[in-house]
């Protein structure tokens, strides 16, 4: 729907994740259709309580505009660390490329991680907007000063394994992203509706995937389970830190960053895994998981945060294996870069001489 | 990146080379996509190329991975003049107080039809 001003009617998903993709979109263009109100702030004017008023009216912050420094700077922050999420998310994945078990998941495991390549590619451009440079973000990862999703510090094991990444980590990162869609800074709010269109063919052949080896032979079934093991504490922690020791939240939802608390999410994740675990037979590994009637959600168990900010400092089973990757990635793909300005330098010295 | 500069700046001196910074020679470019005929292209976002020809080849492969075009643009986004948000109301002033320029300005009396 990128350059469309309304959603075909045959692209409707009868509601959903994706429906609230198409609900943000349209919530996007209605704001834009009342933002004439608001011109520019007068010259006299008090730049924070304009600054506040835009946000109050749910319209959007675009980069040209004056924001605070400390919005700029929270904006930078999330929106590379999750370019970086994108870009080290294709290595767990890229591991299975070679060894998927037919050329059609071969075909569509490569699309994705593609794919993946475009979400980093359409976040670092959202962030170059805010004032910094390609080559500071890139820097910046690669030298450790920023970070990326701690989830993919955690080993592909088995084929199942890239089942489970496309229905546990692709799932909570598009309970995390759908209200991301929403965020008050229009160019990230753009990207995002582009990111989670795409991340739910991720979700969906994740659970594909899982559904075939679970209704497989017996071993396939256990090996489908054994991922599921694995992976569902270290996806719950995805959502971050609890609610009480999260330190950007507050500010993050004052200015309409962020919309849902960190809990609220993880619980959002956690009511909608357990069905689709019943449709695939696999169980999830937590036996206080129960449905309590009173609160109208699932109890369940905590993951274990220790590990969370072990893993956040660079303590995973393979932070160092997923930035030594990157680094050498980088330095190996310098000749391609180089090349490709030679060439560009040299065009534009013939030209040059052509014009001269 | 400092690797890069090294790089680069092993380089200089040498007869007949030209300094290579990759920053230098990878300008941002602006995508325009035009999604169906019909339609006029729309802005999607950015991206880094070293040249024209190359800034097109990836602004297929970046935003047009689901047939979401039939033609692109990339502008280097240097070649963009803007308006400057900051004098947004002297800018557009001239158009505030022309309201006869719509069509609902107009009174149109009763029993005139096809206007």
Same mark, same amino acid.
């Given at each position: 729907?990128?350059?469309?001003?309304?959603?075909?009617?045959?692209?409707?998903?009868?509601?959903?994740?994706?429906?609230?993709?198409?609900?943000?979109?349209?919530?996007?263009?209605?704001?834009?259709?009342?933002?004439?109100?608001?011109?520019?702030?007068?010259?006299?004017?008090?730049?924070?309580?304009?600054?506040?008023?835009?946000?109050?009216?749910?319209?959007?912050?675009?980069?040209?505009?004056?924001?605070?420094?400390?919005?700029?700077?929270?904006?930078?922050?999330?929106?590379?660390?999750?370019?970086?999420?994108?870009?080290?998310?294709?290595?767990?994945?890229?591991?299975?490329?070679?060894?998927?078990?037919?050329?059609?998941?071969?075909?569509?495991?490569?699309?994705?991680?593609?794919?993946?390549?475009?979400?980093?590619?359409?976040?670092?451009?959202?962030?170059?907007?805010?004032?910094?440079?390609?080559?500071?973000?890139?820097?910046?990862?690669?030298?450790?000063?920023?970070?990326?999703?701690?989830?993919?510090?955690?080993?592909?094991?088995?084929?199942?394994?890239?089942?489970?990444?496309?229905?546990?980590?692709?799932?909570?990162?598009?309970?995390?992203?759908?209200?991301?869609?929403?965020?008050?800074?229009?160019?990230?709010?753009?990207?995002?509706?582009?990111?989670?269109?795409?991340?739910?063919?991720?979700?969906?052949?994740?659970?594909?995937?899982?559904?075939?080896?679970?209704?497989?032979?017996?071993?396939?079934?256990?090996?489908?389970?054994?991922?599921?093991?694995?992976?569902?504490?270290?996806?719950?922690?995805?959502?971050?830190?609890?609610?009480?020791?999260?330190?950007?939240?507050?500010?993050?939802?004052?200015?309409?960053?962020?919309?849902?608390?960190?809990?609220?999410?993880?619980?959002?994740?956690?009511?909608?895994?357990?069905?689709?675990?019943?449709?695939?037979?696999?169980?999830?590994?937590?036996?206080?998981?129960?449905?309590?009637?009173?609160?109208?959600?699932?109890?369940?168990?905590?993951?274990?945060?220790?590990?969370?900010?072990?893993?956040?400092?660079?303590?995973?089973?393979?932070?160092?294996?997923?930035?030594?990757?990157?680094?050498?990635?980088?330095?190996?793909?310098?000749?391609?870069?180089?090349?490709?300005?030679?060439?560009?330098?040299?065009?534009?010295?013939?030209?040059?001489?052509?014009?001269? | 990146?400092?690797?890069?500069?090294?790089?680069?700046?092993?380089?200089?001196?040498?007869?007949?080379?030209?300094?290579?910074?990759?920053?230098?020679?990878?300008?941002? &470019?602006? %995508?325009?996509?035009? *999604?169906?005929?019909?339609? #006029?292209?729309?802005?999607?976002?950015?991206?880094?190329? +070293?040249? !024209?020809?190359?800034?097109?080849?990836?602004?297929?492969?970046?935003?047009?991975?689901?047939?979401?075009?039939?033609?692109? &643009?990339? %502008?280097?986004?240097? *070649?963009?003049?803007?308006? #400057?948000?900051?004098?947004?109301?002297?800018?557009?002033? +001239?158009? !505030?107080?022309?309201?006869?320029?719509?069509?609902?300005?107009?009174?149109?009396?009763?029993?005139?039809?096809?206007?």
């Amino acid at each position: 729907m990128y350059g469309n001003d309304f959603p075909a009617p045959d692209d409707a998903s009868g509601g959903g994740l994706l429906g609230e993709v198409e609900a943000a979109e349209a919530a996007l263009r209605e704001a834009a259709a009342r933002a004439r109100r608001f011109g520019a702030p007068t010259p006299d004017a008090d730049l924070d309580a304009y600054f506040a008023d835009v946000i109050e009216a749910d319209q959007k912050i675009e980069p040209r505009d004056w924001m605070p420094e400390a919005y700029r700077r929270t904006l930078i922050r999330q929106i590379a660390q999750h370019a970086h999420s994108e870009i080290i998310g294709m290595q767990p994945e890229g591991n299975w490329i070679s060894r998927a078990p037919s050329l059609k998941r071969k075909a569509i495991l490569l699309a994705k991680v593609q794919d993946e390549a475009g979400h980093g590619l359409y976040l670092y451009a959202a962030a170059e907007t805010l004032g910094i440079s390609r080559d500071e973000l890139v820097d910046l990862l690669l030298s450790g000063r920023q970070k990326y999703s701690s989830i993919f510090n955690y080993p592909t094991l088995t084929w199942a394994d890239v089942g489970v990444i496309g229905w546990l980590v692709d799932g909570a990162a598009i309970v995390n992203q759908v209200p991301l869609c929403r965020c008050s800074y229009g160019p990230y709010a753009r990207a995002m509706i582009r990111v989670c269109k795409e991340e739910s063919f991720h979700q969906r052949q994740g659970y594909e995937i899982l559904h075939v080896l679970a209704h497989g032979t017996a071993e396939q079934k256990a090996m489908a389970q054994d991922a599921v093991d694995r992976w569902w504490y270290p996806s719950l922690a995805m959502f971050g830190p609890p609610d009480g020791d999260s330190t950007h939240s507050a500010q993050s939802m004052a200015w309409k960053i962020k919309r849902f608390s960190n809990d609220e999410l993880r619980q959002r994740f956690v009511d909608m895994c357990v069905q689709q675990a019943e449709v695939l037979g696999l169980t999830l590994p937590d036996e206080d998981l129960r449905w309590n009637d009173e609160r109208g959600a699932y109890d369940y168990t905590q993951p274990d945060y220790d590990e969370l900010m072990q893993v956040i400092k660079g303590n995973g089973p393979c932070n160092r294996q997923r930035m030594e990757h990157r680094r050498r990635a980088h330095t190996d793909g310098a000749w391609v870069r180089e090349a490709a300005a030679a060439y560009a330098a040299k065009r534009e010295q013939q030209k040059e001489k052509v014009a001269a | 990146m400092s690797e890069r500069t090294e790089r680069g700046e092993g380089r200089e001196g040498m007869p007949g080379q030209h300094r290579v910074s990759t920053e230098q020679h990878t300008p941002l &470019w602006e %995508v325009f996509v035009r *999604a169906r005929r019909g339609l #006029s292209h729309t802005h999607v976002g950015s991206l880094h190329a +070293p040249d !024209a020809e190359l800034a097109l080849r990836n602004a297929r492969d970046v935003y047009t991975r689901r047939q979401e075009g039939v033609s692109i &643009w990339v %502008v280097p986004a240097a *070649a963009i003049t803007a308006s #400057s948000p900051d004098e947004k109301d002297a800018f557009f002033d +001239p158009a !505030a107080d022309k309201v006869y320029r719509h069509p609902t300005f107009y009174e149109v009396p009763e029993g005139a039809g096809h206007l």
